[in-house]
């Protein structure tokens, strides 16, 4: 019985296939076989090269090798791998593309090497073709993923360039310079600029958000100015879709002309917007502008109307880009807005004190003016409230050669209504009105007339601002700064510098004002309480003068009157109430009229002290008193004189050669309001001789706050010794010049007359 067969022997079907006709061997290899002529032609090719291409050997008999390549493979084919098998007689590993049959490439790598004849002569090239698919394909990923890593370090590159660059950026300006060089950097932009968002405060009156061009490098000014046109209104809807691209296409051309002609002129197929953001408020945009070919590009192999793609990780970088630059935006805002508002406090320190020097509303306006014009506008009209109307007493140019047309604008008041004109608006709503555009359409309207218009355009003004004066309520009156094209428009930070001088001016001119009030009423009120200038009476010559202290309300207590009795006598009087105030000032009226009613009985100067002190509590006057009464026969000289506590007046005779001063000894009786004396008062009698002169005076013209009172009234004879006049008028005068000064602590009265028959 045999045996059952075994399995087939390994070693024995391998020697059966090492036994094939090697024929086979080439027909049916894992590579591509084929032989040509130096010509190319081919004369004998394998099986397996005609199924990669898809052809049949008498297809490709006869074909030339280089006619089965691509375009760049014939090239190659002619320019590097034939002179290399003419130099080295073989070539390895040369990448070309063979077209197939139905028109797809298939990558391969030839190994090639040309037989020659004894004479060196070439006869036939045999070659082995290996398929790249593979590996082209592995390379092609190896060279993108090396690419993208490139791409990817360069970014880090520029983001940490960018960072550094923005550390070291203290201003806005600096911060503009960098992102505008960095983001045409990204992008091998033509052009980049810069645009800021200004936001407008709630007093400006075009209140839209203005766009302003901070830094561009590039890009042509038209095409700037058309850009912000129309982004006007949709600033935020563009930087709300992302990193947008304004690509120069019929759509653009339809929609926004001007912008697609500006676009062309400039050479530029499209733009790029990048938000420029920071703590997710918008600040602005970088606008990076593309070429048709990339800046730098001698002959460009793209279509003039193509569209430049911008991938996710330039997309991501320029995100990263804008992010940055709006924090470094901030930084900087914050350090300039703190040096800035270093100079406004410095600023504002210096108007509040050269406003508290101010002496009066006209001075405080002009101080004001002056400095407005020298810090903060070209233009300084100051206009104040008056229950007439609106006053202009100052307007004041930056340039002195330009103040003719400044005085021009002075004449013109605010219109009262009926013209939208900025400082009536500040003063009718109580707030700054803002005015960033002066443009013609508004001078129009707030003008008066054509010289008004002119004069506005002569001056070249640009830009507005109106602060109105207001305190507890009541518009004192308004501030309006103008800029000229020169120093450019006004910017937020310039209304609050002006809002805040308007607080200080309004604080001053309301004290001022206060102040002027109380003058006037003052000023009234004495005119009214004293008596009229002294009688014409026969042989005499008289003289009267009244100074109210300098500290406090300009009226006192100090009186002087001058009284023609029916019997030709003359009665005269001399007081001083306790104090320079309006108290004092009234107090002074009612005695002054009660001593004219006591004068019907023609009581002696001692009987007056008497019948006033002893009704003082009657009259419920509210202070006390110093008094000097008298009465002259101006026909005999006969003089009576009674004190109630006043200093005694001063003779001025003519001696040997010269006048001679001298206290008349008139003993006081206590003050007028102070308890009564146990006696009448006292009284002196003697005769005042022709031609000498009586001096009677209240206490302020000898009392000082550096010298007794003795020493004042020895400073008092001297002068008058020294006056060489015996004129009332002109020693008054000589007199009030030689005892006071500009300041004075205390009310004067002072009467002065000379018997000259």
Not at 61 to 76: E, K, N, P, S
Not at 407 to 436: C, F, I, K, N, Y
Request: some cysteine; proline content about 6%.
């Amino acid at each position: 019985m045999s045996a059952a067969p075994g399995p087939p022997d390994p070693r024995a079907q391998l020697g059966r296939l090492l036994e094939e006709d090697p024929a086979d061997l080439y027909e049916n290899a894992p590579m591509g076989y084929l032989s040509a002529l130096p010509d190319g032609r081919i004369v004998k090719v394998n099986r397996t090269f005609c199924a990669w291409t898809g052809r049949s050997p008498e297809d490709l008999l006869g074909l030339r090798f280089q006619d089965l390549l691509t375009m760049g493979g014939r090239v190659f084919h002619e320019t590097h791998l034939v002179p290399l098998l003419r130099m080295q007689g073989a070539v390895r590993e040369i990448a070309l593309d063979v077209v197939r049959m139905d028109g797809s490439v298939l990558p391969c790598l030839i190994n090639a090497v040309e037989l020659r004849n004894d004479d060196g002569a070439p006869v036939l090239m045999r070659a082995t073709l290996f398929e790249a698919t593979a590996r082209r394909r592995y390379e092609r990923e190896l060279l993108s993923a090396q690419r993208a890593a490139e791409e990817s370090e360069a970014r880090s590159r520029t983001v940490q360039q960018v960072v550094s660059d923005m550390a070291a950026a203290t201003s806005v300006a600096d911060v503009a310079a960098v992102v505008v060089e960095r983001g045409r950097e990204v992008l091998r932009g033509q052009g980049a600029a810069l645009v800021l968002v200004d936001e407008a405060p709630s007093g400006a009156v075009d209140d839209v958000p203005q766009l302003h061009t901070e830094q561009s490098v590039g890009l042509p000014d038209e095409l700037m100015h058309e850009l912000r046109a129309a982004a006007i209104g949709q600033l935020a809807l563009e930087l709300a879709q992302g990193v947008p691209t304004v690509s120069l296409d019929d759509r653009l051309r339809d929609g926004q002309p001007t912008l697609a002609a500006a676009m062309a002129a400039g050479g530029l197929s499209s733009l790029v917007l990048v938000p420029v953001t920071a703590d997710n408020r918008r600040l602005g945009v970088l606008v990076v502008g593309l070429g048709a070919g990339g800046r730098g590009d001698l002959i460009s192999l793209e279509e003039p109307e193509a569209v430049r793609v911008i991938g996710p990780a330039d997309v991501e970088l320029l995100w990263t880009l804008g992010r940055q630059a709006g924090q470094a935006l901030e930084r900087a805002r914050l350090h300039e807005e703190t040096a800035r508002q270093a100079e406004r406090s410095a600023f504002l320190l210096e108007a509040a004190r050269l406003l508290a020097a101010a002496a009066d509303v006209r001075d405080t306006v002009e101080r004001l003016a002056g400095l407005a014009v020298e810090r903060l506008a070209d233009v300084c009209a100051i206009d104040l409230a008056t229950e007439q109307g609106t006053t202009r007493p100052v307007v004041r140019h930056r340039d002195p050669a330009l103040q003719p047309l400044a005085d021009e604008l002075r004449q013109r008041q605010l219109p009262q209504r009926g013209t939208p004109h900025p400082g009536m608006e500040a003063l009718r709503r109580g707030r700054s009105v803002w005015v960033r555009n002066l443009d013609d359409e508004l001078l129009e309207a707030i003008t008066q007339d054509t010289r008004h218009l002119e004069i506005a355009h002569e001056l070249e003004l640009v830009s507005l601002i109106s602060v109105p004066f207001v305190s507890e309520g009541r518009p004192l009156g308004v501030l309006t700064l103008v800029a000229d094209a020169r120093r450019g428009r006004f910017t937020a930070a310039d209304v609050e510098v002006a809002e805040q001088l308007g607080l200080q001016v309004a604080l001053v001119v309301a004290k001022a004002q206060r102040y002027e009030l109380d003058v006037r009423t003052s000023h009234t009120l004495q005119a009214n309480l004293l008596p009229p200038p002294p009688p014409e009476v026969a042989g005499l010559q008289m003289a009267v003068r009244y100074l109210a202290a300098t500290q406090g309300v300009e009226v006192g207590g100090d009186f002087y009157d001058v009284v023609r009795l029916p019997d030709d006598q003359v009665a005269l009087a001399v007081g001083d109430v306790v104090g320079h105030d309006i108290t004092a000032a009234a107090t002074m009226g009612q005695l002054n009229s009660v001593y004219r009613a006591l004068l019907v009985d023609r009581p002696a100067p001692s009987a007056m002290i008497d019948r006033l002190q002893a009704s003082w509590s009657l009259l419920g006057l509210q202070r006390m008193a110093t008094a000097l009464f008298a009465t002259l026969d101006p026909a005999t000289g006969q003089l009576r004189i009674a004190s109630a506590g006043h200093l005694p007046p001063l003779l001025l005779t003519a001696g040997s050669g010269a006048r001679v001063a001298e206290f008349l000894p008139v003993a006081p009786s206590r003050m007028l309001g102070a308890p009564p004396a146990p006696a009448p008062a006292l009284e002196w009698a003697g005769v005042l001789p022709i031609g000498a002169t009586l001096v009677l005076f209240t206490d302020g013209l000898v009392e000082s706050r550096s010298a007794d009172i003795d020493m004042g009234l020895a400073h008092l004879l001297a002068a008058a010794e020294a006056s060489g006049t015996s004129d009332p008028d002109e020693l008054c005068d000589r007199l009030l010049a030689a005892l006071t000064g500009a300041h004075r602590a205390d009310d004067i009265a002072l009467l002065v007359l000379t018997r000259t028959a």
